[in-house]
């Protein structure tokens, strides 16, 4: 079982950078992929970024490329998510995910579905 553990959070102000990161709760030999996901208060929850586990493909969201930046160290069995030029918008719980999201004959990295390893959420805060 894999318990992503997420940290790195907190308040900062707009133009500002935060850098999340997550590993599980105990070493793994799983070749996941991981994500992040987040919840707005009022909204729906997300997608915001994945990575595959060889860490060769990436993928965004809109409101994100250009601006977060997903990556991994696999020694560490570890993701990150540097977040620059942060807007009030970008505020909410960031979660990160671990899975192989495969079904229906392909992967789906923007589907919660395919995700069944979630940790526990990291606040993040952006003022204006």
């Known amino acids: 079982q894999v318990q992503p553990v997420e940290s790195g959070g907190g308040l900062v102000q707009t133009g500002g950078s935060l850098r999340l990161s997550c590993a599980p709760s105990?070493?793994?030999?799983?070749?996941?992929?991981m994500g992040w996901f987040r919840q707005a208060p009022g909204k729906e929850r997300e997608f915001v970024a994945a990575i595959t586990w060889s860490g060769g493909d990436t993928y965004y969201s809109n409101s994100v490329k250009g601006r977060f930046t997903i990556s991994r160290d696999n020694a560490n069995n570890a993701v990150y998510l540097q977040m620059n030029n942060l807007k009030p918008e970008d505020t909410a719980v960031y979660y990160c995910?671990?899975?192989?999201?495969?079904?229906?004959?392909?992967?789906?990295?923007?589907?919660?579905?395919?995700?069944?390893?979630w940790g526990q959420g990291t606040q993040v805060t952006v003022s204006s």
């Open positions: 105990e070493h793994t030999s799983r070749k996941y992929a």
């Open positions: 995910v671990a899975d192989t999201p495969y079904y229906n004959g392909s992967y789906h990295y923007q589907s919660e579905r395919g995700w069944h390893y």
